[in-house]
């Protein structure tokens, strides 16, 4: 496959190349905003177009069906830059009317997966705030945070926090990054383990609680997490980990009957991982709904682009976003997701 970097001053500018350059059959690979404010784009010719005749004949055992899983993934992408391209061309799709810094700021929301709408309406009021004399940097915060971000309402800070969300998505790193942080500041914090099925499902947080010399309790059932969470009463914040929302509707009915006894105790935080595609976010919703999350933790923003799917997704289900995962170091990596990190990890600052 040929590989080739394109920058431009814009993104439209950079496929304008790329097209001019490798026609119409390149692919996009990766997009990155460029410290000048321009945008650097790989593109590379559809394996397909450049297939070498000395090795076409004998191809390697199972180049084909990895050749077939690269080509379903660089179409998925090039659809992606295709639509974002399309919404955005100057004129002719959402951007008529807005000055090149916006439309600047639209482009790279738009390439971190945000909706073409919703990057354009948030370009538009970076516009209108710039034109009453803030700053870039306060204009981009505040038009995110009214645009992408949903409101958090005004409630005292809970004090028990359920963390659900499918395997892996960053749950009990999540909770240990809090756990340390508010153990930092001298509050009395409690973990809880909340899994009906695995043994050592508590293995993993038992390490941090020892790490951090905070209590934990194991809850199989709900009269046990009745009890756990009566056992912490002393404490400022107790934090409750559970198993992974896998795809089946068992394991969340099983989720939703562990918590009934303690529901209206506690406040629910859904765990989604930022790489995760608008379907797979979907479908951990129709998981998650049943459990009400009042909040949201996006984790692993650090491994590449997605924020803007997952805010979008988040804005249409109206949850607010609460905190951003940026790495694994414990309790480093999370920051609070106000406009300005929600703008900085997207690539928008
Ligand atoms: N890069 C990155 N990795 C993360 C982040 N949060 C969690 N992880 C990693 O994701 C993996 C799964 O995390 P874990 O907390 O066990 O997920 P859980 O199954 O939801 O409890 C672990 O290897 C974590 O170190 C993050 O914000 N960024
Ligand atoms: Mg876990």
């Known amino acids: 496959m040929r590989l080739r970097r394109f920058t431009g001053r814009s993104a439209t500018a ?30 590379a010719i559809d394996p397909d177009a450049v297939a070498d005749p000395g090795t076409a004949g004998a191809p390697r055992p199972g180049a084909a069906a990895e050749l077939a899983a690269l080509r379903r993934e660089l179409g998925a992408i090039a659809s992606r830059v295709a639509r974002v391209d399309r919404a955005l061309r100057p004129g002719r799709g959402v951007l008529g009317g807005l000055d090149e810094e916006a439309q600047a700021i639209a482009e790279r929301l738009a390439l971190n997966g945000t909706a073409p709408e919703l990057a354009e309406a948030a370009a538009r009021s970076f516009m209108c705030l710039r ?47 809090l756990a340390a942080r508010a153990a930092a500041r001298g509050a009395a914090v409690g973990l809880v383990m909340a899994d009906t099925q695995r043994i050592g499902a508590a293995e993993q947080l038992g390490r941090y609680a020892r790490l951090l010399g905070v209590p934990i309790a194991a809850a199989a059932n709900g009269d046990e997490l009745v009890r756990a969470l009566a056992g912490f009463e002393h404490c400022d914040v107790v934090y409750v980990d559970t198993a992974g929302l896998g795809g089946d509707a068992a394991g969340a009915a099983e989720l939703t009957r562990l918590l009934a006894p303690v529901r209206a105790g506690v406040t629910t935080a859904a765990v989604v991982a930022a790489g995760a595609s608008e379907i797979a976010l979907r479908a951990a919703w129709r998981r998650l709904a049943a459990l009400a999350p009042a909040t949201c933790v996006v984790t692993k923003v650090d491994e590449g682009g997605g924020l803007g799917t997952a805010c979008g997704w988040l804005a249409e289900v109206g949850v607010p976003l609460d905190w951003l995962g940026t790495g694994t170091r414990v309790p480093d990596d999370l920051v609070a997701a106000d406009g300005q990190a929600v703008a900085a990890w997207l690539g928008a600052a």
């Open 14 to 43: 950079a496929l304008a190349q790329v097209k001019a350059e490798l026609g119409s059959e390149a692919v996009i690979l990766a997009t990155r905003p460029l410290a000048d404010g321009g945008v650097e784009i790989t593109a």
């Open 131 to 177: 034109a009453r004399g803030s700053t870039a940097a306060a204009a981009l915060a505040a038009s995110i945070e009214r645009h992408l971000l949903v409101a958090a309402p005004e409630v005292p800070e809970p004090v028990a926090t359920v963390f659900v969300g499918p395997t892996g998505a960053g749950k009990t790193t999540t909770i240990a990054k």
